[in-house]
Nanobody, 124 residues
Framework: QVQLVESGGGLVQAGGSLRLSCAASGSIFTINTMGWYRQAPGKQREPVAHITAGGRTNYTDSVKGRFTISRDNAKNTMYLQMNSLKPEDTSVYYC??????????????????WGQGTQVTVSS
């Protein structure tokens, strides 16, 4: 079993900062791409940022220059530093990871895994 747990959400004023964390646990052999998504009320879940195992990153246009994604492979943990927050950033933020575990035949099996979400609220 593999689990992702987000933390670090909360209420902040516009212009403030928050740092989200996503910790993976369980019978993990390796983790490929990790990413943050968000979903506002009445809207579809959308990608925010992704980071590969090698550290390559990409961001949705609306957060470029304000958010920074990073990961600590030794700790199986991913972060999202969010600066200059805006009310439109208010959403539930979810982490996602492509997790590899060793199967019964000693093969690597990949699981698209999601966290439970953490609420980020930015007041104007």
């Amino acid at each position: 079993q593999v689990q992702l747990v987000e933390s670090g959400g909360g209420l902040v004023q516009a212009g403030g900062s928050l740092r989200l964390s996503c910790a993976a646990s369980g019978s993990i052999f390796t983790i490929n791409t990790m990413g943050w998504y968000r979903q506002a009320p009445g809207k579809q879940r959308e990608p925010v940022a992704h980071i590969t195992a090698g550290g390559r990153t990409n961001y949705t246009d609306s957060v470029k220059g304000r958010f920074t994604i990073s990961r600590d492979n030794a700790k199986n943990t991913m972060y999202l530093q969010m600066n200059s927050l805006k009310p439109e950033d208010t959403s539930v933020y979810y982490c996602n990871a492509d997790v590899g575990v060793i199967g019964p035949s000693a093969d690597i099996r990949w699981y698209d895994t999601w966290g439970q979400g953490t609420q980020v609220t930015v007041s104007s």
